[in-house]
């Protein structure tokens, strides 16, 4: 990340001109983390966080959560991801959604981590739309809605997160509040599997077994269509 880039994004998250000893503090943090002293980065973060910086406050959380820097305290990640979430970051509201989904620092409650990623899909953060598909996908915490999960999933597959992509190809595959598709649940597997996860190939290719070659073709440029329109009306 460039010092401009970097200057920038504080001034975003402060609302305040990029420069000044805040700028510089954000710039010392981020340099020190691209070059692994996590403990350094944390250092000169912190101080912006109890200033009150949403995104700052985010980065202690989530290095916290990882045991980057200092020891792993899920108890001071969720005190941090919490301010982060107060102040409205989407990425703190689905990491704080994630520490209740999971029960990690806090008494699992899956009401809770509901509340917490609808409020990030509704800033629409891919991954919040995600986690909330998700719940509504198996019923936790809310009533399940196959329809809306699909909704959600399609949002935030259409913003090219991958998780998403595959958890609609698996929609469409078993015919979960979609007609079963078996072109289309390729297509976004397929999509889901050019960012090389693991998980995601597998799927496609059990998917591949149940079409015929012209099917797998027409899938296949499906999905090349679909990434050239960037994931629209796919």
């Not at 001109?17 to 944390?42: C, T």
């Not at 079409?211 to 440029?221: F, I, K, V, W």
Request: hydrophobic share 45%; proline share 3%.
């Amino acid at each position: 990340m460039s010092r401009i880039l970097k200057a920038a994004v504080l001034a975003v998250a402060l609302g305040l001109p990029a420069q000044g000893a805040m700028a510089q503090d954000f710039n010392a943090g981020a340099d020190a983390y691209d070059a692994g002293d996590y403990a350094a980065a944390l250092k000169e973060w912190r101080p912006l966080a109890e200033a009150g910086d949403a995104g700052t406050q985010f980065m202690l959380g989530w290095m916290y959560a990882d045991g980057k820097g200092t020891a792993q305290d899920y108890a001071e990640a969720v005190r941090w991801l919490r301010r982060s979430a107060a102040q409205g970051d989407p990425r703190g509201q689905v990491y704080l959604g994630q520490m209740y989904d999971k029960g990690t620092g806090v008494t699992k409650d899956y009401v809770e981590a509901v509340r917490w990623y609808r409020k990030a899909a509704a800033q629409g953060d891919p991954r919040g739309q995600a986690y909330l598909g998700k719940m509504y996908d198996s019923g936790t915490g809310v009533i399940k809605d196959n329809a809306e999960a699909v909704r959600l999933y399609r949002k935030a597959a259409e913003q090219g997160y991958f998780k998403a992509q595959f958890a609609l190809g698996r929609m469409y595959l078993n015919g979960n509040g979609v007609l079963q598709d078996y072109i289309t649940a390729h297509m976004w597997m397929n999509i889901a599997a050019a960012t090389g996860a693991p998980f995601a190939k597998d799927g496609r290719d059990a998917v591949a077994a149940l079409l015929s070659p012209q099917d797998l073709t027409r899938a296949q440029q499906m999905a090349r269509a679909c990434v050239a329109q960037q994931y629209k009306d796919s």
